[in-house]
């Protein structure tokens, strides 16, 4: 535990440090966003309704809401309660990590894992520090629910189930995306009984079903519009940048359908191979990041703060995983530290013109990058081709692998049960 602290206050440390030397308003639009949204709570009006700036289930205004609250209370900016908040979530991803290395699988030299892949990360430090949005809070949901549902893998105990049912629940009130993490709660599932079932469906959709509930029936064709069709932004990354790029005669609409074609059919087969064998807890692992990383990766729409729901996971699947795995990370890890560092240096709606402010030649570029989303694409090509390499390792660890029957999987579950 010992060690566990002072990683996260190494986090904290490292980012606040950071936030120090940062000229005033080197931020993303994202925190615009969030002081308007602010400040349209304060009035008593809905953001939902009156603009486009929330996309998602309704946890992060009532955060806001919170911060803005603290933020008279104590009278500190509330830009600086919102950063020290994602300061503090961040530092607790770290913490609970390293903890799931140690005490889970007993990696040798976790802490240092854990320095460089989260506490020194360049990614991690430029999306908390620079584009201050709240995708760390999916890291630290997704983070837990591995946590249980490994747990629950390995001893059989209902209350690791029943937690890995709330992250994905809470997880499906910050942003919907942890949804894809539920069919990984089918591995094991012969050891549940009805009233157990009951409780876990409720603890996955009750959170998600009462907060949007409220806010649809207050807006039900804004929700509809910012919500529930959100597909994020297309055309800066990927398949549908290079689409837009090359003017090949494929629509928006045309690859989103065709990718929900392909992501129902991923899941189908996580939830046929889930109820007939299980999963093994690094097959775990692997399946959180893949099932992640597929909707901004090879999906309709891309935001470089995405990264935050799979950081964590594939610094755990460099620790157990071997060196076909180990390679591709290392690659993403540079590729991604410099794709970061030039994006949020150039592109204005990240910052871009603020962290360098007055030299020609980064004006020039942050101008072309402004007025020219192809431009964004190339910029990002070696970036989305080192993920499509990890996705591929992945895929291909996954398919080597020769399941566990279920009876393994659930050895010494009476045990457990009887402690």
């Known amino acids: 535990m010992a060690v566990a602290t002072g990683l996260a206050v190494l986090v904290g440390a490292v980012l606040v440090g950071v936030l120090r030397l940062l000229p005033e308003g080197s931020y993303s639009f994202d925190v615009h966003s969030w002081l308007g949204v602010a400040g349209l709570l304060r009035q008593g009006r809905n953001p939902y309704n009156e603009t486009n700036l929330l996309n998602w289930p309704p946890l992060w205004m009532q955060l806001l809401y919170l911060f803005d609250q603290v933020s008279q209370l104590i009278h500190l900016r509330l830009l600086r309660v919102i950063q020290l908040f994602l300061v503090v979530v961040d530092a607790l991803v770290a913490a609970v990590a390293y903890l799931m290395l140690r005490r889970h699988w007993n990696v040798r030299r976790s802490w240092l894992l854990i320095t460089v892949g989260i506490a020194l990360n360049p990614v991690a430090i430029i999306l908390i520090d620079v584009h201050g949005n709240f995708d760390v809070v999916v890291a630290l949901l997704v983070t837990l629910f591995l946590w249980a549902i490994t747990g629950w893998r390995r001893h059989g105990r209902p209350e690791d189930w029943l937690l890995a049912c709330l992250c994905v629940g809470v997880g499906g009130l910050t942003k919907t995306v942890p949804f894809v993490l539920a069919p990984l709660l089918l591995t094991g599932w012969r050891r549940l009984n009805m009233r157990l079932g009951v409780l876990g469906s409720a603890l996955l959709l009750g959170p998600v079903v009462v907060g949007v509930s409220v806010i649809y029936v207050l807006g039900p064709q804004q929700v509809t519009a910012h919500v529930l ?118 592109v204005p709606t990240l910052g871009g013109g603020v962290l360098v402010p007055g030299h020609p030649s980064w004006a020039a570029a942050s101008r072309v990058l402004a007025s020219s989303l192809s431009a964004e694409t190339y910029l990002r090509l070696p970036l989305f081709a080192a993920y499509l390499v990890v996705l591929l390792a992945a895929a291909v660890q996954l398919a080597r692998r020769r399941p566990a029957p279920l009876v393994d999987a659930v050895r010494g579950a009476p045990e457990a049960a009887a402690r």
């Open 229 to 346: 069709d959100y597909r994020s932004i297309p055309g800066t990354f990927g398949l549908t940048g290079l689409t837009r790029a090359l003017n090949l005669p494929v629509s928006d609409h045309t690859y989103t359908r065709a990718f929900e074609v392909l992501m129902l059919a991923v899941v189908a087969m996580v939830v046929v191979r889930a109820v007939r064998r299980g999963f093994s807890e690094s097959e775990l692992i692997l399946l959180t990041a893949l099932l992640l990383m597929l909707p901004p990766i090879l999906g309709p729409g891309y935001a470089p703060q995405y990264a935050w729901w799979w950081l964590p996971t594939l610094v755990m699947a460099y620790a157990l995983e071997g060196f076909w795995l180990r390679v591709p990370l290392l690659v993403l890890f540079v590729v991604a530290s410099v794709t970061y560092a030039v994006d949020y240096a150039l």
